[in-house]
């Protein structure tokens, strides 16, 4: 064997065995995906699937590198990285589970909303084992890192959900894409309001289903949304006071398509 040979196979060896240095962070592959089929208007954004149903291609290589990543490299990652990982690839991975089927009117089509729902579909594998959406959202986001703010970024192809935002999670700006992502949803009058004059707090069912989450991290739910729905001082105050009763509203489950759109 000569000598050229021996060295490429020892570069391909030392890459191979240390593949956290070849993971691209800045996620520049997915971004493209993302800028050419999210469409953001105001506080929503739509999806055109059908775009991405005619050439999966590059959906499909960068979900093969979400696969191909193993646990031990993942946890030698920062958290930031870690965290970033786990929502591109569940918000990957959902627009996947929505194209094997495409075109669909609801996730729910793929199934009930517990029973056989689409979140605890084994269609893909994570560390090397068969995994399923909510693996990734309850065993690894919600229960490792304990942020509430991972409502506003995990998007479950539904209308009512929080938007896909049309560029990756990377962890120097996940701070800040935490922030704007969470500010955009409560300031959206659509999926939370409220209305001073009849001292009338509506919310996205979000609140109701991860209540827990929120009076975990802010005492309660209207002492969490109360500083992020406005800047008024005296609004804040009348938000936040426990009082004041939450009505949830109906969830919209119908798919975040371009076609849908209104």
């Known amino acids: 064997m000569g000598l050229f040979i021996r060295s490429v196979l020892l570069i391909i060896a030392i890459v191979g065995s ?30 055109d699937y059908a775009k991405l149903k005619s050439d999966t291609s590059s959906l499909d290589d960068f979900i093969e590198g979400i696969e191909y990543i193993g646990k031990t490299e993942f946890d030698a990652w920062s958290r930031e990285q870690q965290i970033a990982f786990l929502i591109n690839a569940y918000n990957a991975l959902t627009i996947k589970l929505i194209l094997t089927e495409y075109p669909v009117d609801s996730i729910k089509d793929y199934g009930g909303f517990i029973v056989n729902s689409p979140w605890h579909r084994n269609f893909f594998t994570l560390f090397g084992k068969d995994s399923t959406l909510n693996i990734i959202e309850h065993d690894f986001l919600r229960k490792q890192y304990k942020e509430p703010r991972l409502h506003f970024v995990l998007v479950c192809a539904s209308r009512s959900c929080p938007p896909l935002i049309n560029e990756a999670y990377v962890a120097d700006k996940l701070e800040q894409q935490f922030t704007d992502a969470t500010t955009n ?48 001082a005296a609004l804040r105050t009348l938000i936040a006071n426990k009082e004041t009763k939450i009505k949830f509203l109906e969830y919209d489950w119908s798919l975040n398509d371009t076609k849908q759109k209104i």
């Open 18 to 47: 240390h593949s956290s240095f070849a993971y691209d962070h800045s996620y520049k592959s997915y971004n493209e995906i993302l800028k050419q089929v999210v469409v953001v208007e105001g506080h929503q954004s739509f999806v």
């Open 185 to 232: 949803f409560l300031r959206d009058t659509e999926r939370n309001r409220f209305d001073a004059a009849n001292d009338k707090l509506e919310l996205s069912k979000i609140f109701k289903w991860y209540k827990k989450d929120f009076i975990t991290s802010a005492g309660s739910v209207n002492a969490y949304v109360a500083p992020l729905m406005t800047d008024d």
